[in-house]
């Protein structure tokens, strides 16, 4: 029997993560996440070691225990896995078929890792997760000065754990043989990374840069088999973890540079390379995600999914020695679960039935829409429970190098039941169309996307399928500087929920943990006094006509909650309708369990009246 969505049903959602296959196909490892945590409450999760012959299933879970990484031997049933506990981090190498195991203490969390020939381990930790990395007492403290830079450990059953010294910061890295390739930088702090460069360290030889970006950031290293050619995705992007781009080859000797995707309108955010010369690689076109071969010079297109691949941030998928695919997706028929594809045949299989207790949910179609911008450029978006005259709540992404994919149930998937249509613009500087649409609002953040999104309501309203007088905005991150940015060049919203956005660029430089980030982006310094008070809603807060409620975390390092105070001081100092809901001890967006559902319910509340009214 079918049942409409409810705010409840978004906790239900489970999350595959970390996906690791054995070389020779025959076990799968993942672990299972909530998309949310709970207050008081240490994270905890499921690890999974999939049989995939015999259908056997190792499961971990235990009071507390957090697993992360899970990484397997040349041998399958031998595994090696991160953990953290009681705020110390471990690395555990187990055999599943026996359950011996070893836990060794970490300096720090378990960023990622990797086995090569020998079976060593090379670690990549963060130290700064120990509690005693951290400031504490009643000591003063050097602001961006206690900060401990990532590292790298090779751990071998021989020689235990052995730190590789004189390293810079490290934020990336990949491992074959006795190549270890790195996104890198001069700079420690998490800003830094917005200047980084690709690295290499061969043979215990000192580090050597083989390249640096004119321009945008690098990342996703992957050393081809053996360890001679090096692929990395390029563009420019706005957040760590979101990479998707061009597809760029590096000659490990000669440094040569290879951009193999420059002219192609798909943005690309995995490979995993087949032999020392093919791969296969991942992109983004429009709606759809495609897994490509790359052979002798040209790209052959294997698989085509309509919807969205996991991890939100940076799609990817991982493969076994006999060339099939393992990837976590979804859309609006089928729930995250994983999936194994056959690139001989091109055959998809469902692997789990994680999420099989939302399987008699009501399934929501994604209507995929394009119109034309002011300045006649086609932009694509999305628009849910269509219909006509029907109050409209436009979602706005963050980044902006990001976008809106198809997904079965998100954060606002329950007002469709409510009689709301959801309008959700991929902009430009969306990610999805390549490289140049990407980096095509570099210098107009602010400028031409709000065009794009303006235009888009404008069709939607001119052929009826909008509420002209109920249209509604909302958004998280660059989508909460979107919505302030809207309401302050625009008189066409009813209300507006800006949550975690910029209010003013020029304090938003000074007070965030990663200014590099909007100087890289304006093309300028913020003491130029120019874009970057140009484009601050805060300078415009006289021209706000419709009622507004912010959302902000109290402990956001990104976008400082100070943003989310100078916007509501302004409005209610200016004679505007303005509240302001604040989240304790939530960073960059809401995590706990009763935050996310308190947010869902005031927005369900201030929408409704508004709608009323």
Avoid at 314 to 338: H, L, Q, R, T
Wanted: with cysteine.
């Amino acid at each position: 029997m079918v049942r409409p969505v409810t705010m409840e049903d978004y906790f239900l959602l489970k999350q595959p993560d970390h996906i690791s296959v054995s070389l020779d196909g025959l076990r799968l490892g993942y672990v299972i996440n909530n998309v949310y945590s709970e207050y008081m409450k240490e994270k905890e999760n499921e690890l999974h070691i999939r049989g995939l012959k015999d259908d056997s299933d190792f499961m971990l879970k235990e009071s507390g225990k957090a697993f992360g990484i899970i990484k397997f031997f040349n041998n399958s049933a031998k595994v090696a896995f991160s953990y953290s506990q009681t705020s110390k981090n471990y690395l555990c190498i187990m055999n599943t078929e026996t359950s011996e195991k070893m836990d060794i203490l970490c300096p720090g969390s378990v960023i990622d890792m990797f086995i090569n020939s020998r079976e060593d381990i090379i670690l990549h930790i963060d130290p700064n997760s120990n509690t005693e990395a951290k400031e504490g007492g009643d000591d003063g403290f050097f602001f961006e000065e206690n900060i401990k830079k990532n590292q790298v450990y090779v751990f071998s059953a021989e020689k235990g754990m052995r730190l590789l010294s004189d390293l810079p910061q490290i934020w990336e890295l990949n491992c074959v043989k006795d190549t270890i390739a790195v996104i890198g930088s001069d700079g420690i702090n998490e800003g830094a990374w917005y200047k980084s460069y690709v690295a290499v360290i061969q043979d215990g030889k000192p580090l050597q840069k083989i390249y640096t970006p004119e321009r945008g950031q690098v990342g996703l290293p992957k050393l081809s088999l053996d360890g001679n050619s090096l692929a990395v995705i390029e563009s420019m992007w706005s957040d760590r973890g979101v990479t998707a781009g061009d597809i760029v080859i590096l000659d490990i000797e000669s440094s040569r540079r290879s951009n193999i995707t420059e002219q192609m309108d798909i943005s690309f955010s995995c490979v995993e390379w087949i032999d020392n010369d093919s791969f296969i690689a991942l992109g983004q076109r429009g709606a759809e995600f495609i897994f490509m071969e790359y052979k002798s010079g040209k790209f052959r297109e294997l698989f085509n999914i309509r919807g969205n691949v996991s991890p939100g941030m940076a799609p990817s998928f991982v493969m076994d020695g006999k060339s099939n695919i393992y990837s976590c997706w979804s859309n609006s028929e089928v729930p995250p679960e994983i999936h194994r594809i056959d690139t001989h045949f091109s055959k998809e299989q469902m692997l789990t039935q994680i999420n099989s207790k939302l399987e008699d949910l009501k399934k929501y179609e994604w209507n995929d829409i394009s119109w034309k911008s002011d300045d006649g450029l086609e932009i694509h978006g999305f628009l849910r429970n269509k219909g006509k005259k029907m109050p409209l709540i436009v979602i706005v992404h963050g980044g902006p190098t990001g976008s809106i994919k198809e997904t079965f149930i998100d954060r606002y998937s329950f007002l469709l039941e409510e009689g709301y249509s959801i309008f959700m613009p991929n902009f430009r500087g969306s990610t999805g169309r390549g490289r140049k649409f990407a980096e095509s609002n570099y210098g107009d953040m602010g400028g031409m996307d709000l065009k794009d999104i303006l235009s888009g309501i404008e069709m939607l309203v001119r052929n009826g399928m909008a509420d002209p007088k109920k249209i509604f905005i909302t958004g998280g991150s660059y989508g909460g500087f979107m919505t302030k940015w809207a309401i302050t060049q625009s008189n066409i919203f009813k209300g507006a929920i800006p949550l975690f956005g910029i209010s003013d660029w020029v304090s938003f430089h000074g007070t965030t943990n990663i200014a590099e980030w909007d100087e890289n982006q304006y093309g300028e310094s913020p003491y130029a006094f120019s874009k970057f008070i140009k484009f601050s809603p805060l300078r415009y807060v006289n021209n706000v006509s419709c009622d507004v409620m912010i959302m902000h975390g109290v402990n956001d390092p990104c976008v400082p909650v100070s943003q989310a105070f100078q916007f509501y001081r302004a409005l209610k100092e200016n004679g505007k309708s303005v509240r302001l809901l604040l989240f304790p001890r939530e960073g960059h967006g809401f995590m706990e369990k009763n935050h996310i559902m308190q947010s869902m319910k005031e927005l369900k509340t201030f929408l409704r009246e508004h709608c009323s009214n």
